[in-house]
């Protein structure tokens, strides 16, 4: 099993602050919810999970099918059937934060009853956000025949990012009032799969409170329609030393990626991994994140420019900078990994080059 996962040709999609609880979900909504609406998905999904991170990886073959999908259909049917969906997720979605901000005052028997309504509704959140992944590759491909269509997705991956950060929060108390009915630490908690946390809580004790914390350290969760597996301790990290190996394979002086906002900028790197980090940005900093998220608007009027790991022509970065007038470098592959914080490095946004002065 472990050498079948190492040798597929897997590519980070994301970093975030997210837990085993939310991505076991979300994996549902990429695997399985999004072919139940368009005919296809994503066929498996690779997590990683360490020091209160999380790593997504998707097969590159799965992005080569779904972005095919654009050539056979009516792309404006398309977008008008997500754009459709993604407002009946955003309502879904409100009444799920209220609801979740309320939990403070629910009891074990009404954390049964919810835990299905927010599996329900944070994967209809991730199986909108999966159509804009593979949107963003062919858009970028189309050029002039767009007609708006960047901008539509763009509005729907934006709304549904906005939701998921909300519902992040609302998850917060959910689980602090969780774990004082269990008495056992919130974050351990997130480390479990929905299942298990409604076995808990019927006081079947599926997974142990030392399980809890060794996932909470290094974790991999695997997902595909035909099983769900997840490894912890050294069983994961010898694993997850693999996959960076191949990750980090063609590493060199510079870094390329693609254009989202033009212009030429020299500064210091401020990498933000966390949401603490945005604390740490000076005036003129360059930024090099995963991925903006809405969070950080208050920040980036500092930044004099940005790159990202991930992202395409619908991502936050991409929008935000165009918006702003930000020089923008996205889908720069490993881009936090091969600077760090204070390294002097020029970004020319013009042909999508960063490297160390």
């Known amino acids: 099993m472990e050498k079948d996962i190492i040798n597929y040709n897997w590519q980070r999609s994301h970093t975030r602050e997210l837990s085993l609880f939310t991505m076991e979900i979300a994996s549902y909504g990429y695997v399985v919810l999004l072919e139940k609406i368009l005919g296809i998905g994503y066929s498996h999904i690779l997590n990683i999970f360490q020091n209160g991170l999380e790593f997504s990886y998707r097969d590159k073959e799965d992005d080569f099918r779904l972005v095919e999908l654009f050539f056979k259909v009516n792309q404006s049917k398309l977008l008008s059937a997500f754009e459709k969906e993604s407002k009946r997720v955003l309502l879904d979605g409100d009444k799920m934060v209220n609801l979740l901000s309320s939990s403070d005052s629910f009891v074990v028997n009404d954390t049964i009853k919810i835990l299905p309504q927010i599996h329900e509704v944070y994967a209809g959140v991730a199986a909108v956000l999966g159509i804009t992944r593979p949107a963003g590759i062919f858009y970028e491909q189309e050029g002039d025949k767009r007609n708006g269509m960047v901008e539509r997705y763009g509005k729907i991956r934006f709304d549904q990012a906005k939701l998921y950060d909300a519902i992040e929060q609302s998850l917060d108390i959910f689980f602090n009032h969780l774990s004082s009915l269990l008495k056992i630490k919130s974050d351990f908690l997130r480390y479990c799969t929905a299942g298990e946390l409604t076995q808990l809580c019927m006081e079947n004790l599926v997974v142990t409170v030392k399980e809890m914390a060794e996932r909470k350290k290094i974790s991999i969760l695997y997902y595909s329609k035909e099983q769900i597996k997840i490894w912890y301790g050294l069983e994961a990290l010898e694993l997850k030393l693999q996959i960076d190996k191949k990750d980090e394979a063609g590493l060199g002086t510079m870094l390329k990626g693609k254009i989202a906002h033009p212009g030429i900028v020299r500064g210091h790197v401020r990498v933000v991994l966390k949401k603490k980090d945005l604390e740490l940005i ?36 991409a929008i935000i900078a165009r918006e702003l007038k930000i020089p923008c470098v996205i889908a720069a592959k490993n881009a936090t990994k091969f600077f760090k914080a204070g390294d002097l490095i020029e970004v020319n946004a013009n042909i999508g080059i960063i490297k160390k002065i």
């Open 282 to 317: 000076e005036k003129g900093d360059i930024l090099i994140t995963p991925m903006t998220q809405v969070y950080f608007m208050p920040y980036l009027s500092k930044v004099s420019a940005i790159v990202t790991d991930e992202g395409g022509i619908t991502c936050h970065a």
